[in-house]
């Protein structure tokens, strides 16, 4: 790739503002101002640029290619009147604090997922900073907040984004997404931030009307492909790496969680996400580059100079989907790929179930052996923003299992060798759903909205309508009541996931190094880690006896002890000798740490 020949968009530059946007088949680019308008001279490559006096911080422009009606700068770095607004110049210094700020390395990370939108009634990035302190306390090393890309309306989980650059203006825009990350590494916690660099919204995106910035070659789940390996696509690229070079550089995030890298469709011999990772790399060498991916493919977390595209880390959805089915028997759509317990001892030994074995949900073979990658390459959740949103009610977990299942669920995610993942919320048991949420303003985008959520669902049990996205009441429904957190329950449960949290840093050092998982009939899994730590989890309802393997062990962690709510403690002996037998209540999880060490 070539860079382009200067920063795009708006750059102040002494006393006025220098603009620059790609527009090839443009004759003549203007940007237009309130009272001004003024010609960019061409430059290689279709790119068009030029330096306007006396225009400042906050100043609204429009850019008209060949005289037509003024479109906002793809490249803008704000949009403070929505994303059907003009463009406005921004000031990028900021009064940093966080100089000695070290974010914490991959094997350290506990990520927090949380949507800044429903995460506080306010909504906003600021509203976000007051709990950050207790996050910390919790254990949570990281916050991944999901897209901020200005999106159209106030309301949308982000990955309707279109402007890459433009930080959402309802969330508190740039200057407040600096704020959180200001204050969150103030308060210990690195920020990772989600982008979607594989399709556009389609409400209010101008890139098409610039350039050849979609491709009508490939498509996406979510309309047209954007242009990585066609005619043009070089500017392409840089457009996109620009933008997450900007989000390292200019607002100090840590990395980032690049949505749905299997819908990239790029078939040039140096591919778009390759090259993505090296760039942002090379401008911040801590920052943590994480993919979504459905293909189970040890690709993705390959180093470069391995074959692979060198993302530090995945998502991978198998053990959620294992221990989904395990604890609530569901086998519709891809849940029918599961059989529960078995799968879920698959998952803990090696992060994918499906590695080369026949899919029956997508009728034909997925995915390959990762087991030359380190465990902490691998991103497991028990519940996430996918799993919880794209049921057609939006249930969390507590809203479908028992307490002892949720303390499970926990216990099998936290206490695994991966890097693990939570959903806002989770840690006290959040009863709110997560819904899809939209708010746009054309009314047949609205009702194909609706009709689409309603289409998504055919593959599932799921027989009443979902909640209409675009109503005000879905997205309020979706937002989090802290005040629960602070009830028995509710507080018990947050108390252990602390201590699940407290107990994974003492487990795993700095060396980590894959479990051995056993299934013991349908319902009971022995996770062997470290060699010195066995965790049981019996996922059936019913009581269950097994064997110790190994010993002799004592109790580090019992999910039934009365002070996380349980239902009383499993066992009455301090230390358990080799070989014993052990009678589990169902839906319980016991760690066990030999005694020897």
Request: proline fraction near 8%; charge should be negative; glycine fraction near 10%.
């Amino acid at each position: 790739m070539t860079a382009p020949p200067g920063p795009l968009g708006a750059t102040l530059n002494g006393d006025g503002t220098r603009f620059r946007v790609w527009a090839p088949s443009a004759g003549r680019v203007e940007v237009v101002l309130a009272d001004l308008r003024a010609t960019l001279a061409p430059e290689e490559r279709g790119y068009h640029a030029g330096d306007v006096a006396s225009v400042g911080s906050g100043t609204r422009y429009r850019f008209s290619l060949d005289g037509a009606a003024p479109l906002p700068d793809p490249a803008s770095r704000h949009q403070p009147d929505g994303v059907h607004g003009p463009s406005a110049v921004l000031d990028t210094s900021f009064d940093w604090t966080d100089g000695s700020w070290r974010p914490p390395p991959l094997r350290d990370l506990v990520l927090y997922e949380l949507h800044v939108g429903t995460f506080t009634r306010t909504g906003t990035f600021d509203a976000v900073v007051p709990h950050l302190a207790g996050l910390r306390e919790l254990g949570v090393t990281a916050v991944e907040l999901m897209p901020v890309a200005a999106f159209p309306g106030t309301r949308n989980w982000g990955y309707d984004g279109v402007f890459p650059f433009a930080v959402q203006q309802s969330y508190g825009g740039p200057d407040g997404l600096r704020r959180l990350v200001d204050a969150a590494h103030g308060a210990g916690i690195a920020v990772y931030l989600d982008v979607v660099y594989n399709h556009l919204g389609p409400d209010g995106s101008v890139l098409a009307r610039y350039g050849p910035y979609l491709t009508d070659r490939y498509r996406t789940p979510w309309g047209g492909a954007l242009n990585f390996d066609g005619p043009g696509s070089d500017e392409v690229r840089a457009f996109f790496i620009a933008s997450a070079v900007m989000f390292v550089r200019d607002f100090h995030v840590d990395g980032l969680r690049v949505d749905a890298v299997h819908a990239i469709a790029d078939r040039s011999a140096r591919p778009f996400l390759a090259e993505l990772v090296a760039t942002v790399r090379a401008a911040a060498p801590y920052a943590v580059m994480i993919a979504e991916s459905d293909l189970n493919d040890p690709r993705v977390i390959r180093p470069a100079e391995l074959g692979g595209l060198g993302f530090d880390a995945q998502w991978t959805n198998d053990l959620h989907h294992a221990l989904h089915v395990a604890l609530t028997a569901e086998r519709d759509g891809y849940y029918a790929d599961f059989a529960g317990a078995p799968d879920l001892a698959t998952a803990e030994s090696s992060g994918f179930v499906y590695a080369g074995r026949y899919s029956r949900f997508r009728r034909r073979s997925h995915g390959a052996p990762a087991d030359d990658r380190p465990p902490e390459q691998l991103v497991v959740a028990a519940q996430d923003h996918d799993q919880v949103g794209n049921r057609a009610h939006g249930e969390r977990l507590t809203a479908l299992v028992a307490p002892p299942a949720l303390r499970l669920a926990a216990a099998a995610t936290l206490l695994s060798p991966y890097t693990p993942l939570l959903f806002m919320g989770e840690e006290y048991a959040e009863t709110a759903p997560f819904l899809y949420f939209t708010d746009h303003a054309d009314p047949g985008l609205a009702t194909s909205v609706r009709e689409g959520r309603r289409a998504e669902f055919a593959a599932f049990a799921w027989l009443a309508a979902p909640p209409d996205p675009q109503d005000p009441e879905t997205f309020r429904r979706s937002t989090l009541d802290h005040d629960r957190a602070p009830r028995p329950h509710q507080a018990a449960m947050r108390a252990f996931y602390r201590e699940c949290l407290r107990l994974r840093k003492v487990l795993y050092g700095t060396e980590r190094r894959r479990p051995r998982a056993v299934a013991i009939g349908t319902t009971v899994i022995t996770v062997e880690a470290q060699g010195r730590h066995c965790l049981l989890l019996a996922t059936g309802a019913q009581s269950t006896s097994v064997a110790v393997p190994g010993g002799p062990w004592h109790v580090a962690l019992d999910a039934d002890d009365p002070q996380w709510d349980g239902r009383g403690p499993t066992l009455r002996e301090a230390v358990i000798p080799a070989g014993a037998l052990l009678e589990l209540r169902g839906h319980s999880a016991l760690l066990l740490v030999r005694e020897d060490r």
